[in-house]
């Protein structure tokens, strides 16, 4: 019996052992855990403060730009008061020309840009045509006429510009034949209720 009773110490000092590896572990395994929650609730936390942060940024990313037209506005009201009280057409255009060329300026600071219409052929990318003529004089898709500007924004096209447009009297002969055609087939043609 004895035999037995120290092959069991061995034993028991090897699970010993090997449970206090494991409780370390587990130890280790709570403390990792423990550090994912953290860091879990710091992204969370960072991400809605983030989001508050672009929020505010938005909601007065254009104060500068505001208190520099609030200035222009200023200057609007002078500008009529000073003609109001002499009775001068000529004081009022002098000074809303001024606060036009003043706004132009400050537009084109922050990266606004005119489309440039006359003397150049259509883009749809860049013009919208408000009106097509037929004519002979200049060439198909010139432009005649600029009805309202059209702007880019570093580049970008915020608003295309409204433009008279030539198209040729051939060309808008066979347009008006093409759909003359159109019209005639017989899956277009719509029967009448007897």
Known sequence: M??????????????????????????????YQDNFLRLQAEFDNFRKRSAKERQEFIKYANESMVLELIG????????????DEKQ??????????????????????KGLK???TAGEKFDPHK????????SEDGEEGDILEEFQPGYLLNDRIIRPAKVKVIKNKEVIVEDIKEQQEEEIKPENIVEEDK
């Not at 222009?72 to 003609?83: G, P, Q, V």
């Not at 057409?89 to 020309?97: M, W």
């Not at 013009?127 to 037929?134: G, L, N, P, Q």
């Open 2 to 31: 004895e035999k037995n009773s120290k092959n069991k110490k061995p034993d028991i000092k090897a699970l010993e052992a090997e449970l206090k590896v494991l409780r370390e572990e587990l130890s280790k395994k709570d403390d």
């Open 72 to 83: 222009m506005l200023d200057n609007f009201e002078r500008s009529i008061k000073a003609a």
């Open 88 to 109: 001068d057409f000529k004081l009022l255009h002098q000074g809303v020309d001024m606060i036009s060329k003043e706004l132009h300026k400050l537009l084109s600071e």
């Open 114 to 116: 005119k489309i440039v």
């Open 127 to 134: 013009h919208e045509a408000f009106e097509v003529v037929e």
